[in-house]
Protein backbone atom coordinates (compact mmCIF):
# COMPACT_ATOMS: atom_id res chain seq x y z
CA UNK A 1 0.00 0.00 0.00
CA UNK A 2 1.16 3.56 -0.76
CA UNK A 3 0.51 6.05 1.54
CA UNK A 4 0.90 9.06 1.26
CA UNK A 5 4.10 10.74 2.83
CA UNK A 6 3.51 14.21 3.81
CA UNK A 7 7.36 14.60 4.45
CA UNK A 8 8.12 15.25 0.97
CA UNK A 9 8.28 18.68 -0.95
CA UNK A 10 8.05 20.69 1.53
CA UNK A 11 6.77 24.42 1.31
CA UNK A 12 9.09 26.98 2.79
CA UNK A 13 7.97 27.88 6.65
CA UNK A 14 5.71 25.08 6.51
CA UNK A 15 6.72 21.19 6.14
CA UNK A 16 4.75 18.06 5.11
CA UNK A 17 2.72 20.28 2.72
CA UNK A 18 2.60 19.25 -1.18
CA UNK A 19 3.65 22.15 -3.30
CA UNK A 20 4.22 24.12 0.19
CA UNK A 21 0.19 24.43 0.50
CA UNK A 22 -1.92 21.36 0.65
CA UNK A 23 -2.09 18.63 3.46
CA UNK A 24 -3.32 15.41 2.67
CA UNK A 25 -6.30 14.12 5.49
CA UNK A 26 -8.30 11.08 5.63
CA UNK A 27 -9.28 8.94 2.68
CA UNK A 28 -12.71 9.51 1.64
CA UNK A 29 -13.28 7.04 -1.52
CA UNK A 30 -11.71 4.78 -3.83
CA UNK A 31 -12.79 4.20 -7.06
CA UNK A 32 -11.55 3.35 -10.01
CA UNK A 33 -9.22 6.36 -10.84
CA UNK A 34 -7.94 6.28 -7.80
CA UNK A 35 -8.02 7.62 -4.15
CA UNK A 36 -9.83 10.83 -3.18
CA UNK A 37 -8.93 12.63 0.20
CA UNK A 38 -10.01 15.13 2.19
CA UNK A 39 -7.16 18.13 2.89
CA UNK A 40 -6.48 21.73 3.85
CA UNK A 41 -5.33 24.36 1.70
CA UNK A 42 -2.72 26.51 3.93
CA UNK A 43 -2.74 29.11 1.60
CA UNK A 44 -6.47 29.81 1.39
CA UNK A 45 -7.47 28.11 4.78
CA UNK A 46 -10.19 26.19 3.36
CA UNK A 47 -10.36 22.39 3.15
CA UNK A 48 -10.05 21.00 0.03
CA UNK A 49 -10.69 17.72 -1.97
CA UNK A 50 -7.48 15.91 -3.15
CA UNK A 51 -7.82 13.53 -5.52
CA UNK A 52 -4.64 11.16 -6.75
CA UNK A 53 -4.21 8.89 -9.76
CA UNK A 54 -3.77 5.53 -8.65
CA UNK A 55 0.00 4.36 -8.58
CA UNK A 56 -1.43 1.40 -11.29
CA UNK A 57 -2.39 3.98 -13.89
CA UNK A 58 0.47 6.28 -12.95
CA UNK A 59 2.27 4.86 -16.14
CA UNK A 60 -0.81 4.12 -18.66
CA UNK A 61 -1.03 7.36 -20.49
CA UNK A 62 -4.76 7.10 -21.14
CA UNK A 63 -5.40 7.33 -17.19
CA UNK A 64 -3.56 10.27 -17.43
CA UNK A 65 -5.16 11.91 -20.25
CA UNK A 66 -8.74 10.95 -18.52
CA UNK A 67 -6.80 12.86 -15.29
CA UNK A 68 -5.41 15.51 -17.35
CA UNK A 69 -9.19 16.15 -19.15
CA UNK A 70 -10.65 15.89 -15.33
CA UNK A 71 -8.67 19.09 -14.55
CA UNK A 72 -9.09 20.73 -17.62
CA UNK A 73 -12.91 20.42 -17.45
CA UNK A 74 -13.30 21.32 -14.25
CA UNK A 75 -11.18 24.64 -14.82
CA UNK A 76 -13.73 25.71 -16.98
CA UNK A 77 -16.67 25.22 -14.96
CA UNK A 78 -17.97 27.61 -13.15
CA UNK A 79 -21.19 26.36 -11.21
CA UNK A 80 -21.90 26.49 -7.70
CA UNK A 81 -23.02 22.99 -7.66
CA UNK A 82 -19.93 21.95 -9.11
CA UNK A 83 -16.43 22.37 -6.99
CA UNK A 84 -14.17 24.66 -8.01
CA UNK A 85 -11.08 23.91 -9.20
CA UNK A 86 -8.22 24.94 -6.97
CA UNK A 87 -4.77 23.34 -8.33
CA UNK A 88 -3.09 20.05 -10.34
CA UNK A 89 0.19 19.04 -10.06
CA UNK A 90 2.25 15.87 -9.63
CA UNK A 91 5.24 15.29 -8.11
CA UNK A 92 8.09 12.67 -8.82
CA UNK A 93 9.45 10.11 -6.04
CA UNK A 94 12.92 9.80 -5.40
CA UNK A 95 12.23 6.37 -6.67
CA UNK A 96 11.26 8.04 -10.23
CA UNK A 97 7.64 7.05 -9.81
CA UNK A 98 5.42 10.08 -10.53
CA UNK A 99 2.25 11.45 -8.76
CA UNK A 100 -0.82 13.21 -9.95
CA UNK A 101 -3.65 15.29 -8.23
CA UNK A 102 -5.91 17.09 -8.54
CA UNK A 103 -7.00 19.55 -5.83
CA UNK A 104 -10.40 20.89 -5.59
CA UNK A 105 -12.96 22.88 -3.52
CA UNK A 106 -14.36 20.36 -0.56
CA UNK A 107 -18.35 19.91 -0.74
CA UNK A 108 -19.75 19.27 2.82
CA UNK A 109 -22.09 16.77 3.14
CA UNK A 110 -22.69 13.34 2.12
CA UNK A 111 -22.76 11.42 -1.05
CA UNK A 112 -26.37 9.83 -2.31
CA UNK A 113 -24.76 6.57 -2.28
CA UNK A 114 -23.80 6.90 1.45
CA UNK A 115 -27.95 8.06 2.09
CA UNK A 116 -28.66 4.11 0.48
CA UNK A 117 -25.86 2.36 2.27
CA UNK A 118 -27.81 3.71 5.55
CA UNK A 119 -30.71 2.33 4.72
CA UNK A 120 -32.54 5.83 3.67
CA UNK A 121 -35.04 5.99 1.46
CA UNK A 122 -35.56 8.92 -0.69
CA UNK A 123 -39.28 10.28 -0.28
CA UNK A 124 -40.92 11.13 -3.57
CA UNK A 125 -40.96 14.63 -3.12
CA UNK A 126 -37.21 14.54 -2.05
CA UNK A 127 -36.61 12.73 -5.40
CA UNK A 128 -38.40 15.30 -7.28
CA UNK A 129 -36.31 17.80 -5.78
CA UNK A 130 -33.34 16.04 -6.61
CA UNK A 131 -34.01 15.77 -9.83
CA UNK A 132 -34.95 19.49 -10.13
CA UNK A 133 -31.35 20.24 -8.76
CA UNK A 134 -29.77 17.56 -10.98
CA UNK A 135 -31.37 19.13 -14.21
CA UNK A 136 -30.36 22.35 -13.33
CA UNK A 137 -26.66 21.37 -13.32
CA UNK A 138 -27.17 19.48 -16.56
CA UNK A 139 -28.55 22.04 -18.24
CA UNK A 140 -25.61 24.43 -17.26
CA UNK A 141 -22.98 21.39 -18.38
CA UNK A 142 -25.24 20.50 -21.39
CA UNK A 143 -25.48 24.20 -22.54
CA UNK A 144 -22.23 24.78 -22.78
CA UNK A 145 -20.48 25.70 -26.05
CA UNK A 146 -19.05 23.05 -26.80
CA UNK A 147 -21.50 21.01 -24.33
CA UNK A 148 -19.98 19.26 -21.45
CA UNK A 149 -21.24 15.46 -20.62
CA UNK A 150 -20.48 14.16 -17.45
CA UNK A 151 -21.03 10.18 -18.17
CA UNK A 152 -20.74 8.84 -14.87
CA UNK A 153 -23.96 10.16 -12.85
CA UNK A 154 -24.60 8.03 -9.90
CA UNK A 155 -25.00 8.15 -6.56
CA UNK A 156 -21.47 8.38 -5.50
CA UNK A 157 -20.98 11.05 -7.09
CA UNK A 158 -23.78 13.22 -6.12
CA UNK A 159 -23.53 14.85 -2.94
CA UNK A 160 -26.17 16.25 -0.57
CA UNK A 161 -25.21 19.43 1.53
CA UNK A 162 -26.54 20.62 5.17
CA UNK A 163 -28.63 23.43 3.17
CA UNK A 164 -30.39 20.91 0.95
CA UNK A 165 -28.51 21.71 -2.17
CA UNK A 166 -27.08 18.86 -4.34
CA UNK A 167 -23.75 19.32 -6.07
CA UNK A 168 -21.95 16.82 -8.82
CA UNK A 169 -18.77 15.45 -8.33
CA UNK A 170 -15.88 13.24 -10.19
CA UNK A 171 -15.33 14.70 -13.59
CA UNK A 172 -13.04 11.92 -13.99
CA UNK A 173 -15.26 10.40 -17.14
CA UNK A 174 -16.27 14.06 -18.34
CA UNK A 175 -16.18 14.17 -22.17
CA UNK A 176 -16.32 17.99 -23.99
CA UNK A 177 -18.38 17.35 -27.24
CA UNK A 178 -16.25 18.04 -29.88
CA UNK A 179 -14.28 17.63 -32.79
CA UNK A 180 -12.16 15.17 -31.55
CA UNK A 181 -14.77 13.38 -29.40
CA UNK A 182 -15.15 10.52 -31.83
CA UNK A 183 -11.16 9.68 -31.92
CA UNK A 184 -10.28 7.06 -29.21
CA UNK A 185 -13.09 8.18 -27.31
CA UNK A 186 -12.94 5.94 -24.00
CA UNK A 187 -15.65 3.98 -22.65
CA UNK A 188 -16.33 5.15 -19.08
CA UNK A 189 -19.42 4.75 -17.38
CA UNK A 190 -20.97 2.35 -14.50
CA UNK A 191 -22.77 -0.44 -15.15
CA UNK A 192 -26.32 -0.22 -14.42
CA UNK A 193 -26.31 3.60 -14.66
CA UNK A 194 -24.62 3.63 -18.27
CA UNK A 195 -27.27 4.30 -21.03
CA UNK A 196 -26.97 1.46 -23.49
CA UNK A 197 -25.20 4.13 -26.63
CA UNK A 198 -22.68 5.19 -24.13
CA UNK A 199 -22.05 1.30 -23.42
CA UNK A 200 -21.62 1.08 -27.76
CA UNK A 201 -18.65 4.31 -27.35
CA UNK A 202 -21.55 7.04 -28.29
CA UNK A 203 -22.14 9.19 -25.56
CA UNK A 204 -24.80 12.25 -26.21
CA UNK A 205 -26.22 14.69 -23.62
CA UNK A 206 -29.27 12.68 -22.92
CA UNK A 207 -26.86 9.36 -22.21
CA UNK A 208 -26.73 11.96 -18.98
CA UNK A 209 -30.70 12.35 -18.41
CA UNK A 210 -30.47 7.89 -18.23
CA UNK A 211 -28.08 7.67 -15.77
CA UNK A 212 -30.15 10.76 -13.77
CA UNK A 213 -33.28 8.09 -14.27
CA UNK A 214 -31.31 5.10 -12.91
CA UNK A 215 -30.24 6.95 -10.20
CA UNK A 216 -32.99 7.96 -9.26
CA UNK A 217 -34.57 4.52 -9.42
CA UNK A 218 -32.00 3.22 -7.48
CA UNK A 219 -32.41 5.89 -4.69
CA UNK A 220 -36.26 5.36 -4.46
CA UNK A 221 -36.21 1.37 -4.54
CA UNK A 222 -32.60 0.88 -2.85
CA UNK A 223 -31.94 -1.37 -5.59
CA UNK A 224 -29.05 -1.15 -8.14
CA UNK A 225 -30.32 -0.24 -11.51
CA UNK A 226 -28.37 -3.42 -12.26
CA UNK A 227 -30.40 -6.15 -10.53
CA UNK A 228 -33.56 -4.31 -11.54
CA UNK A 229 -35.62 -6.83 -14.03
CA UNK A 230 -35.60 -5.75 -17.56
CA UNK A 231 -37.96 -6.41 -20.45
CA UNK A 232 -36.63 -5.76 -24.30
CA UNK A 233 -33.75 -3.65 -22.47
CA UNK A 234 -36.43 -1.60 -20.87
CA UNK A 235 -35.66 -1.59 -17.00
CA UNK A 236 -39.05 -2.63 -14.58
CA UNK A 237 -39.20 -0.31 -12.29
CA UNK A 238 -42.83 0.59 -12.19
CA UNK A 239 -44.22 -2.26 -9.97
CA UNK A 240 -41.38 -0.94 -7.39
CA UNK A 241 -42.65 2.89 -7.22
CA UNK A 242 -46.47 2.37 -7.40
CA UNK A 243 -47.69 5.17 -5.54
CA UNK A 244 -45.42 7.20 -7.08
CA UNK A 245 -47.27 10.75 -8.83
CA UNK A 246 -47.91 9.92 -12.58
CA UNK A 247 -45.85 12.76 -13.70
CA UNK A 248 -42.38 11.21 -11.92
CA UNK A 249 -43.79 7.77 -13.42
CA UNK A 250 -43.87 9.43 -16.94
CA UNK A 251 -40.55 11.34 -16.68
CA UNK A 252 -38.53 8.24 -15.32
CA UNK A 253 -39.90 6.05 -18.59
CA UNK A 254 -39.06 9.12 -20.92
CA UNK A 255 -35.37 9.08 -19.62
CA UNK A 256 -34.73 5.09 -19.14
CA UNK A 257 -35.65 4.40 -22.93
CA UNK A 258 -33.00 2.56 -23.94
CA UNK A 259 -33.18 3.89 -27.29
CA UNK A 260 -31.58 7.09 -28.09
CA UNK A 261 -33.84 8.31 -30.77
CA UNK A 262 -37.06 8.43 -28.32
CA UNK A 263 -35.75 9.32 -25.14
CA UNK A 264 -36.32 12.38 -23.45
CA UNK A 265 -33.27 14.25 -24.85
CA UNK A 266 -32.80 17.48 -23.51
CA UNK A 267 -33.53 19.52 -19.98
CA UNK A 268 -36.55 21.33 -21.04
CA UNK A 269 -38.61 18.54 -22.54
CA UNK A 270 -37.38 16.88 -19.29
CA UNK A 271 -39.03 19.37 -16.69
CA UNK A 272 -42.01 19.52 -19.13
CA UNK A 273 -42.37 15.66 -18.83
CA UNK A 274 -41.53 15.85 -14.79
CA UNK A 275 -44.05 18.97 -14.09
CA UNK A 276 -47.43 16.99 -15.78
CA UNK A 277 -47.18 19.29 -18.46
CA UNK A 278 -45.61 16.80 -21.63
CA UNK A 279 -49.07 15.12 -22.06
CA UNK A 280 -47.92 15.25 -25.58
CA UNK A 281 -44.69 13.48 -25.08
CA UNK A 282 -44.33 10.45 -26.81
CA UNK A 283 -44.92 7.18 -28.53
CA UNK A 284 -42.71 5.69 -25.97
CA UNK A 285 -44.83 6.48 -23.05
CA UNK A 286 -48.24 5.41 -24.82
CA UNK A 287 -46.71 2.18 -26.23
CA UNK A 288 -45.50 0.88 -23.22
CA UNK A 289 -49.32 0.29 -21.62
CA UNK A 290 -49.81 -0.53 -17.91
CA UNK A 291 -47.02 -3.01 -16.65
CA UNK A 292 -46.71 -6.48 -17.07
CA UNK A 293 -48.60 -8.31 -14.59
CA UNK A 294 -45.97 -11.23 -13.61
CA UNK A 295 -47.12 -12.51 -10.74
CA UNK A 296 -50.40 -14.74 -10.31
CA UNK A 297 -53.67 -12.52 -9.73
CA UNK A 298 -54.89 -13.96 -5.97
CA UNK A 299 -58.47 -15.39 -6.79
CA UNK A 300 -57.46 -16.65 -10.77
CA UNK A 301 -58.19 -20.11 -11.28
CA UNK A 302 -56.12 -19.92 -14.49
CA UNK A 303 -52.65 -22.35 -13.99
CA UNK A 304 -49.66 -21.39 -15.22
CA UNK A 305 -46.20 -23.55 -14.71
CA UNK A 306 -43.45 -22.71 -15.95
CA UNK A 307 -40.47 -25.44 -16.09
CA UNK A 308 -37.35 -24.56 -18.07
CA UNK A 309 -38.03 -25.09 -21.66
CA UNK A 310 -41.35 -25.09 -21.07
CA UNK A 311 -44.26 -22.65 -20.19
CA UNK A 312 -47.55 -24.11 -19.80
CA UNK A 313 -51.11 -22.34 -19.40
CA UNK A 314 -54.36 -23.70 -18.75
CA UNK A 315 -57.47 -21.57 -18.68
CA UNK A 316 -60.88 -23.50 -17.02
CA UNK A 317 -63.92 -22.52 -18.96
CA UNK A 318 -65.30 -19.55 -17.69
CA UNK A 319 -68.15 -20.36 -15.29
CA UNK A 320 -70.07 -16.72 -17.08
CA UNK A 321 -69.47 -17.88 -20.64
CA UNK A 322 -71.15 -20.77 -20.16
CA UNK A 323 -73.88 -19.38 -18.52
CA UNK A 324 -74.22 -16.98 -21.81
CA UNK A 325 -73.87 -19.75 -24.06
CA UNK A 326 -76.69 -21.80 -22.84
CA UNK A 327 -78.80 -18.98 -22.51
CA UNK A 328 -77.98 -18.16 -26.02
CA UNK A 329 -78.92 -21.96 -27.08
CA UNK A 330 -82.12 -21.97 -24.94
CA UNK A 331 -83.60 -18.53 -27.22
CA UNK A 332 -82.10 -20.00 -30.48
CA UNK A 333 -84.30 -23.14 -29.73
CA UNK A 334 -87.11 -21.06 -28.96
CA UNK A 335 -86.62 -18.96 -32.01
CA UNK A 336 -86.80 -22.16 -33.65
CA UNK A 337 -89.58 -23.27 -32.15
CA UNK A 338 -91.52 -20.10 -33.13
CA UNK A 339 -90.83 -20.85 -37.00
CA UNK A 340 -91.17 -24.41 -37.14
CA UNK A 341 -94.94 -24.62 -38.30
CA UNK A 342 -93.38 -22.25 -41.49
CA UNK A 343 -90.97 -24.91 -42.36
CA UNK A 344 -90.83 -27.71 -45.06
CA UNK A 345 -89.34 -30.74 -45.02
CA UNK A 346 -86.34 -28.78 -46.77
CA UNK A 347 -85.60 -25.96 -45.01
CA UNK A 348 -86.30 -27.58 -41.82
CA UNK A 349 -82.28 -29.26 -41.94
CA UNK A 350 -80.77 -26.09 -42.78
CA UNK A 351 -82.46 -24.89 -39.39
CA UNK A 352 -81.25 -28.05 -37.63
CA UNK A 353 -77.79 -27.39 -39.38
CA UNK A 354 -77.45 -23.73 -38.72
CA UNK A 355 -78.18 -23.99 -35.06
CA UNK A 356 -75.74 -26.97 -34.45
CA UNK A 357 -72.80 -24.96 -36.25
CA UNK A 358 -73.68 -21.98 -34.21
CA UNK A 359 -73.23 -24.22 -30.80
CA UNK A 360 -70.28 -25.59 -32.03
CA UNK A 361 -68.45 -22.41 -33.42
CA UNK A 362 -69.57 -20.12 -30.44
CA UNK A 363 -68.06 -22.90 -28.24
CA UNK A 364 -65.01 -21.08 -28.43
CA UNK A 365 -66.48 -19.10 -25.85
CA UNK A 366 -66.02 -21.55 -23.34
CA UNK A 367 -63.73 -23.56 -24.08
CA UNK A 368 -61.39 -24.58 -21.56
CA UNK A 369 -57.81 -23.70 -23.56
CA UNK A 370 -54.53 -25.25 -23.05
CA UNK A 371 -51.84 -23.81 -24.13
CA UNK A 372 -47.92 -25.35 -23.93
CA UNK A 373 -44.85 -23.66 -25.52
CA UNK A 374 -41.15 -25.72 -25.84
CA UNK A 375 -38.18 -24.76 -27.18
CA UNK A 376 -39.21 -26.13 -30.68
CA UNK A 377 -43.05 -26.60 -30.62
CA UNK A 378 -46.56 -25.26 -29.28
CA UNK A 379 -49.17 -26.33 -29.08
CA UNK A 380 -52.53 -24.72 -28.31
CA UNK A 381 -55.83 -27.60 -27.23
CA UNK A 382 -59.57 -25.40 -27.51
CA UNK A 383 -61.91 -28.04 -27.17
CA UNK A 384 -63.95 -26.79 -30.17
CA UNK A 385 -64.42 -27.14 -33.31
CA UNK A 386 -60.78 -26.72 -35.33
CA UNK A 387 -59.73 -25.47 -32.06
CA UNK A 388 -56.37 -27.66 -31.91
CA UNK A 389 -52.91 -26.41 -33.26
CA UNK A 390 -49.43 -26.96 -33.25
CA UNK A 391 -46.63 -25.08 -34.77
CA UNK A 392 -43.38 -23.90 -34.63
CA UNK A 393 -42.58 -21.77 -31.26
CA UNK A 394 -40.11 -19.57 -33.49
CA UNK A 395 -43.12 -18.57 -35.58
CA UNK A 396 -45.00 -16.76 -32.73
CA UNK A 397 -44.88 -13.39 -32.80
CA UNK A 398 -46.45 -11.98 -30.54
CA UNK A 399 -49.49 -12.19 -27.77
CA UNK A 400 -51.83 -9.41 -27.71
CA UNK A 401 -54.83 -8.35 -25.67
CA UNK A 402 -58.00 -7.93 -28.04
CA UNK A 403 -60.69 -5.26 -26.44
CA UNK A 404 -64.40 -6.06 -26.34
CA UNK A 405 -65.86 -4.97 -29.96
CA UNK A 406 -62.15 -4.89 -31.32
CA UNK A 407 -63.43 -8.08 -33.66
CA UNK A 408 -66.67 -9.49 -35.02
CA UNK A 409 -67.95 -12.84 -34.37
CA UNK A 410 -69.78 -14.42 -37.49
CA UNK A 411 -69.50 -11.25 -39.13
CA UNK A 412 -71.34 -9.32 -37.31
CA UNK A 413 -71.50 -10.01 -33.62
CA UNK A 414 -69.10 -7.81 -31.54
CA UNK A 415 -66.69 -10.39 -29.43
CA UNK A 416 -65.50 -9.95 -25.77
CA UNK A 417 -62.66 -8.98 -24.94
CA UNK A 418 -60.19 -11.91 -24.80
CA UNK A 419 -56.24 -12.80 -26.15
CA UNK A 420 -55.11 -13.46 -29.38
CA UNK A 421 -51.64 -15.23 -29.88
CA UNK A 422 -50.44 -14.42 -33.15
CA UNK A 423 -48.91 -17.58 -35.19
CA UNK A 424 -46.83 -15.47 -37.99
CA UNK A 425 -50.73 -13.46 -39.27
CA UNK A 426 -52.43 -15.92 -37.96
CA UNK A 427 -54.56 -15.01 -34.89
CA UNK A 428 -55.70 -17.94 -32.61
CA UNK A 429 -58.07 -16.42 -30.30
CA UNK A 430 -58.67 -17.82 -26.67
CA UNK A 431 -58.92 -16.71 -22.84
CA UNK A 432 -62.70 -15.21 -23.49
CA UNK A 433 -64.44 -14.39 -20.32
CA UNK A 434 -61.14 -13.16 -18.14
CA UNK A 435 -60.82 -10.43 -16.06
CA UNK A 436 -58.41 -7.53 -17.54
CA UNK A 437 -55.61 -8.70 -15.10
CA UNK A 438 -56.36 -12.10 -15.91
CA UNK A 439 -55.42 -11.03 -19.26
CA UNK A 440 -52.73 -8.70 -18.93
CA UNK A 441 -50.79 -11.38 -16.55
CA UNK A 442 -51.81 -14.51 -19.21
CA UNK A 443 -49.58 -11.76 -22.24
CA UNK A 444 -46.83 -11.04 -19.31
CA UNK A 445 -46.12 -14.76 -18.93
CA UNK A 446 -46.12 -15.60 -22.31
CA UNK A 447 -44.35 -12.78 -23.49
CA UNK A 448 -41.24 -13.08 -21.24
CA UNK A 449 -41.24 -16.71 -22.41
CA UNK A 450 -41.29 -15.33 -26.44
CA UNK A 451 -39.08 -12.98 -25.03
CA UNK A 452 -36.25 -15.09 -23.60
N1 LIG B 1 -15.01 17.92 -4.08
C1 LIG B 1 -15.31 16.98 -3.19
N2 LIG B 1 -15.69 17.31 -1.94
C2 LIG B 1 -15.97 16.36 -1.03
N3 LIG B 1 -15.94 15.05 -1.27
C3 LIG B 1 -15.57 14.65 -2.51
C4 LIG B 1 -15.24 15.59 -3.52
N4 LIG B 1 -14.92 14.90 -4.64
C5 LIG B 1 -15.05 13.60 -4.33
N5 LIG B 1 -15.43 13.45 -3.05
C6 LIG B 1 -15.67 12.16 -2.35
O1 LIG B 1 -14.72 11.23 -2.75
C7 LIG B 1 -15.34 10.13 -3.42
C8 LIG B 1 -14.52 9.70 -4.61
O2 LIG B 1 -14.26 10.79 -5.46
P1 LIG B 1 -14.53 10.74 -7.02
O3 LIG B 1 -14.14 12.04 -7.60
O4 LIG B 1 -15.93 10.28 -7.22
O5 LIG B 1 -13.51 9.66 -7.52
P2 LIG B 1 -13.66 8.20 -8.14
O6 LIG B 1 -13.17 8.33 -9.53
O7 LIG B 1 -12.74 7.41 -7.28
O8 LIG B 1 -15.08 7.78 -8.05
C9 LIG B 1 -16.72 10.65 -3.81
O9 LIG B 1 -17.64 9.58 -3.90
C10 LIG B 1 -17.02 11.58 -2.66
O10 LIG B 1 -17.45 10.85 -1.53
MG1 LIG C 1 -16.87 8.67 -8.22
Request: aromatic residues 8%.
Amino acid sequence: MHEPILEENPGPGEPNLFRGRFKLGKKLGEGGQGKTYRGFDHETGVPVAIKELGLDFAENWKAIELFEREGRALRNLDHEAIPSYVDAFHIEEDDGTVRFFLVQEFVEGTTFQDLIDRDELITTEAAVDFIDQVLEILEYLHGLNPPVIHRDIKPSNLMLRPDGTVALVDFGAVQVVGPHSLMGSTIVGTSGYVAPEQLAGRTVPASDLYALGATVVHLMTHIHPADLPMERMRLRFEDLIIEAPKALIAFLRGVLEPVVEDRIATVPEARRILSGKGGTYLPVIADTGPPPVLERPVGSSIEVSQQPGQLTVWIPASSRYRAYYWVAALVLLAAMGAVLPLMTSKTMPLLIGAFGAFLLVAKIFISPTRLVIEPDTFAINRHTLNGNRRGWTEDLVDIEIREAGEEKFLLCMPMPAHLVMMEGVYPLHFGFGLTAVERRWVQGVVRHRLTG
